[in-house]
């Protein structure tokens, strides 16, 4: 099962299974925002990062000095996507999804409506040890039909969702084999070592 919320470093629980953002919100609200030092800690992310994301206009750019859910969102939804795609392809496809990052006139879902379906599917599949593409789809599915009132264009979601649950899952299978690899490399190294001082 994840040990993280996706796109951030707090610990998975069974309290926001449904509602994957609920473990931020409350700190926004609470806060009139979050900081770029509570962003880093919250995505892992480092600064310098985050605002490379502004000044391409991937992440819509704060008021002030604070993140507001809009911008803590997309750059969730982002840090999910950043193992297993392009930077430039996630900031495309976020685009098919919602348009211009600074209007959301032309959103098809709103991002926390997106995160948290993405975040149930994601948990979903891997309680269930699926993540073959027809139960994946039919995953989406269910989670379109249940909530087709917060959605514009289904269909176009409907390809994003699976575009992006198979990244996050993809990214997460590439950080397991590096961890693996730099084990298998470190035994090598001692090994080889170790036959150097006999």
Not at 26 to 53: C, D, H, R, Y
Not at 96 to 119: F, K, R, T
Not at 181 to 188: I, N
């Amino acid at each position: 099962m994840n040990v993280l919320i996706p796109g951030t470093t707090i610990p998975f629980s069974e309290a926001v299974r449904d509602t994957a953002f609920s473990a931020v919100q409350p700190v926004l609200e609470a806060t009139g925002g979050l900081t770029l030092s509570q962003l880093s800690k919250l995505t892992g992310l480092g600064g310098t990062t985050i605002q490379n994301w502004i000044k391409r206009g991937w992440v819509s750019s704060p008021r002030g000095k604070k993140y507001s859910d809009k911008q803590v969102l997309r750059i969730l939804l982002i840090n999910m996507l950043k193992d297993a795609m392009k930077l430039e392809d996630i900031a495309r496809l976020m685009s098919y999804v919602n348009g211009d990052v600074e209007d959301n006139s032309d959103d098809i879902i709103a991002d926390m409506h997106l995160y948290n379906m993405l975040c149930r599917i994601i948990f979903t599949a891997e309680e269930e040890g699926v993540h073959d593409a027809v139960t994946v789809d039919k995953l989406i599915d269910s989670e379109i039909e249940e909530h087709s009132g917060d959605i514009a264009n289904a269909v176009k979601l409907r390809k994003a969702m699976f575009v992006m649950v198979t990244g996050y899952r993809c990214g997460v299978l590439k950080r397991r084999m590096e961890e693996v690899l730099t084990g298998v490399l470190e035994e090598q190294k001692a090994g080889s070592l170790g036959k150097k001082l006999e």
